[in-house]
């Protein structure tokens, strides 16, 4: 199913990430650390950046992007990423998902419990959070009876605000940032 499907490249990237850090030595991961994260280093963690007035896109804080390019090197994860992410395109425009969601106004919502406990439940929920902020993600409340449909598909013990809706065509945009968390989270497990 198209689920599992999405599932197992989420998996694989997420498994060739956390395999290809715990091969490397402590040396190459903190080569990497200090090539993904200079700003950090410095003390010098920009700002955020000034509002532009035509509404054009913002340009992305540089910190993630120099992470990314390292690990989307590794064997096979820049064709896994497109894949996974024609895959959530797919889902967008069919209006199916594999995952609990709701349809508002033609548009798919996930509860952000997808990301946070689904997808990286290894992340630190304020890490995920501030991926969100910087993306200028809002999540937004769940109606009654949104709230009520998605407890009844699978999600009984969940709280409010893990139930508060994502967007789903936003997620190709933060989900490569949440995979650069998680190669973070993996180099800094390994180096202990």
């Not at 989307?72 to 395109?89: I, M, W």
Request: charge should be positive; aromatic fraction near 6%.
């Amino acid at each position: 199913s198209a689920g599992q499907y999405f599932t197992t490249l989420h998996t694989s990237l997420c498994d060739i990430i956390s395999c290809s850090v715990s091969r490397s030595s402590p040396e190459l991961l903190r080569e990497w650390l200090k090539k993904a994260e200079p700003a950090e280093e410095l003390g010098e963690m920009p700002k955020s950046p000034p509002k532009p007035k035509n509404g054009s896109k913002i340009p992305e804080p540089q910190k993630p992007t120099k992470g990314k390019e390292i690990w989307l090197a590794f064997q096979d994860v820049a064709a896994l990423l497109t894949n996974l992410l024609s895959q959530l395109e797919t889902f967008m425009f069919a209006h199916k998902c594999p995952f609990p969601h709701v349809v508002r106004a033609g548009a798919v919502f996930i509860p952000i419990h997808v990301v946070k406990e689904k997808l990286f439940p290894k992340l630190p929920g304020a890490a995920v959070d501030q991926v969100l902020q910087e993306h200028k993600v809002e999540l937004r409340p769940t109606t009654l009876s949104e709230e009520r449909h998605l407890r009844d598909l699978e999600l009984k013990s969940c709280t409010s605000r893990m139930l508060k809706l994502l967007a789903l065509k936003q997620l190709p945009d933060i989900y490569p940032d949440l995979l650069n968390l998680h190669w973070h989270d993996s180099i800094r497990q390994q180096l202990g």
